[in-house]
């Protein structure tokens, strides 16, 4: 097992995070959990915040949304990348790509300790259920596995993922538990039944009453394919709560911390495989012991937070000591746990909220399609920068070339549409460089990157990219 690796230094560490590394860390055992806590992790492919909870319009999701009311909602959570593998390495390992290599096509590197490491170093069990989704999974062993690779149908059903729960359950060995599940119905190709699973009570989507982001065109062909991924979110969300349901009649729940998260945005143009709001924010629900409830955070996190959090947790569980400072500062997230804790505690030891960072960082690499672009975003206070390396050539993804959404956008450009030629130059001609004001334009229609009116924000989108160690920038 290996506890250690080259860290960056504490002065990077501070600027990449925004914040005081002393000041996040005052009074740093927050929460009481007293004996051994369960850790469950569900990461779910494509839904970025296309949940109820997160007020996308015409989604059913009731097993998640009652999990946010039960737990705590972070509003602004950022994915490492754009795209599963890359994302998915780095919830795993609490680094960027940057500093675990992997982009979807590049191996996480041998020397970078993953979750099963980890937990397993914590006097944890293991286990995996579901496609991890890394193209270097064997670099992340797991005491457990029952994954299947693909989208076979047989792991898009509740039976396949009780029976798995319940066979990890029963290796008991009186170690606690660290868990991923790795859902798939949210995944391209979506359902064709109306994904009627645990949910025969709802009303069906309709084409008619789903959200066409403001960025696509609006034809039926379109409505249909949003349709069919909301069948496939609803699904997911069913699986979720039919796993949930199983450790509470188990009687884990109480002793458990569940957290809900996604790899990246929604399939569709504009969102997975680009950095605008709708590629990387990414849900992040937590609830179980001692999580307060109804709670709603709207600080800036981080998928590279996890990892430090959950740990934490784990040392403070078993009483035991914290981690290694060597192993800590080898993150490149920081933990969240001052976020997740009952007020009632927090209040009873006299804490105060921590320092926490001012910007979040992103990046992409390509997906799947060559030439690769290599593009990284910030996103701090109300702004978005993102810069892209695009050397004259076009862009194209997988999920551009996998998606009805994406020829009905070509075909009312070809047909004249200005509006959507407009768009769709704006996303396979990549512009060097971009600026949006969310809390004006949350749907990043108006570029301000020329506008001499924001030469400042400009400036110090551009400081914190060529200055954030969570980077590698390009020709660097």
């Known amino acids: ?78 994915a490492a990348s754009a795209v599963q593998s890359a994302s998915r390495a780095s919830l795993l390992t609490g680094k960027m790509p940057a500093h675990h290599r992997a982009s979807g ?24 259920i579901g496609d991890l989704g890394i193209e270097s999974e064997k670099e992340f062993p797991f005491d457990f596995r029952s994954g299947t690779r693909g989208t076979d149908a047989a792991i898009r059903t509740a039976k396949w993922h009780i029976k798995a729960l319940d066979d990890f359950l029963s290796e008991d060995d009186g170690r606690p ?48 394919e949003i349709k069919r991924y909301y069948d496939g979110v609803r699904r997911m969300d069913a699986m979720v709560g039919a796993v949930v349901d199983r450790i509470a009649a188990k009687g884990l729940r109480r002793h458990t911390v569940g957290l809900f998260t996604s790899d990246n945005g929604s399939p569709f143009p504009f969102a997975k495989a680009s950095l605008y709001e709708a590629g990387v924010r990414v849900p992040l629900i ?37 981690i290694p400072e060597s192993l800590a500062a080898s993150f490149d997230g920081e933990s ?40 990284r975003a910030v996103r ?32 009312a450009a070809e047909l004249g549409d200005a509006a959507a030629a407009s768009r769709m130059a704006s996303l396979v001609e990549r512009p060097e460089e971009e600026l949006y004001n969310l809390a004006e334009d949350p749907g990043e229609l108006v570029n301000l990157a020329t506008d001499t009116n924001h030469a400042e924000q400009l400036a110090e989108g551009r400081k914190l990219l060529e200055g954030s160690p969570w980077l590698s920038v390009p020709g660097q």
């Not at 096509?105 to 995996?128: K, S």
């Not at 709207?298 to 784990?314: C, M, N, R, S």
């Not at 810069?387 to 998606?403: D, I, N």
Request: hydrophobic share 40%; with cysteine.
């Open 1 to 78: 097992m290996r506890l250690s690796l080259a860290a960056c230094t504490p002065l990077l560490l501070l600027f990449s995070l925004g914040c005081s590394k002393e000041a996040a860390s005052e009074g740093a055992r927050s929460l009481r959990y007293n004996e051994p806590t369960n850790m469950l992790l569900f990461v779910a492919p494509d839904v970025g915040t296309v949940l109820g909870c997160y007020g996308a319009g015409g989604v059913q999701t009731p097993r998640l949304d009652k999990l946010s009311r039960s737990g705590v909602r972070f509003e602004h959570v950022y």
């Open 105 to 128: 096509t590049e191996a996480v590197a041998r020397e970078v300790p993953t979750w099963g490491e980890l937990f397993g170093n914590a006097g944890y069990r293991t286990g995996l």
């Open 177 to 224: 538990w660290a868990l991923v599940i790795c859902l798939q119905d949210s995944r391209w190709p979506y359902p064709t039944d109306g994904a009627p699973f645990g949910n025969v009570d709802l009303p069906p989507h309709l084409p008619s009453g789903v959200n066409v982001p403001v960025k696509l065109v609006d034809t039926p062909p379109v409505r249909d």
């Open 286 to 322: 937590a609830w179980g012991k001692r999580v307060e409830e109804g709670a709603v955070r709207q600080e800036l996190f981080a998928h590279v937070d996890v990892i430090p959090t959950l740990l934490g947790i784990a040392a403070e569980a078993d009483d035991a000591a914290p």
């Open 336 to 375: 969240f746990d001052y976020f997740l804790g009952e007020k009632r505690i927090l209040d009873e030891e006299g804490r105060g909220a921590p320092s926490w960072r001012t910007h979040v960082a992103a990046t992409l690499d390509g997906h799947g399609v060559d030439p690769a672009i290599p593009s």
């Open 380 to 411: 701090f206070g109300a702004w978005k920068y993102i810069r892209s390396w695009t050397g004259g050539q076009r862009f194209e993804s997988l999920a551009m070339q996998r998606s009805a959404t994406w020829r009905a956008l070509a075909s």
